[in-house]
């Protein structure tokens, strides 16, 4: 399947700018969609956050995944945590953790808190990637920063990205706002995204509509899913 007009029902503009768009230059990210930041027994939840409005993407993604599978489309999941030792973990962040009570790498019901390895750090099972979905594991909010990400996406050809995951605010804006800088024509999924609160998620389309688009176009997963299926 292939050759899809731009998305019509997507704001501020129909993406992708460049016109139509195809399975063969277009990447869905699901970004963080762990066990740590969606259990109630994880990290997330251990900062005092409500982890409900990240919790409601849960369904919308699993329909998204299995139908951006079905298409074709290259599907690269991310995890955010830090190796055992923490050599990775930068003082501000972790001081940052331990004043909210959850220090990173302390132990939690999931395990060790937000560490590569640990049950907590998994993607949660109805998610979970299959064989040939390139996991990229990153230390920062943004899911360019010290990782190879950018080299899987030059590599395979991608132009435009699909973007979903937690938290709205915070790891999938930063990855939005990289993903700009380096010319990706970004669409993200309002429903398949999930923060905090929901004026912190609402905030994000709210800036998304400033300068015609400044960081990319959003819509709802229905819209795409009905162009993936036809």
């Known amino acids: 399947m292939s050759g899809f007009a731009p998305l019509s029902a997507s704001r501020p503009y129909a993406w992708p700018l460049a016109g139509r768009w ?3 230059d277009t990447a869905l990210l699901m970004i963080d969609l762990q066990r740590d930041f969606l259990d ?14 990240g919790r409601r993407v849960l369904e919308p993604a699993r329909r998204l995944l299995a139908a951006a599978r079905q298409a074709g489309l290259l599907v690269i999941h991310t995890r955010e945590g830090h190796r055992p030792d923490l050599t990775d973990l930068n003082d501000t962040k972790q001081r940052r953790a331990q004043r909210a009570g959850a220090a990173i790498g302390s132990e939690g019901p999931l395990g060790r808190l937000l560490v590569r390895g640990e049950p907590g750090w998994e993607i949660v099972d109805t998610l979970r990637p299959v064989a040939g979905e390139p996991v990229v594991d990153k230390c920062g909010n943004g899911a360019f920063y010290a990782t190879d990400l950018e080299q899987l996406l030059r590599r395979a050809g991608i132009r435009h990205l699909i973007l979903t995951g937690v938290t709205t605010d ?61």
Not at 42 to 51: Q, V
Not at 187 to 202: F, K, N, Q
Request: with cysteine; net charge negative; hydrophobic share 35%.
């Open 40 to 53: 109630p027994r994880g990290y997330f939840a251990r900062l005092g956050e409500d982890i409900t409005h």
């Open 22 to 24: 195809d399975t063969s």
């Open 170 to 230: 915070v790891c999938v804006s930063s990855t939005l706002r990289e993903a700009n800088d380096r010319g990706f024509d970004c669409l993200v999924l309002e429903d398949v995204c999930g923060a905090a609160r929901p004026e912190l998620h609402e905030a994000v389309f709210r800036g998304l509509e400033r300068e015609g688009g400044i960081f990319g176009a959003f819509a709802n997963s229905s819209d795409l899913l009905a162009t993936l299926d036809r």
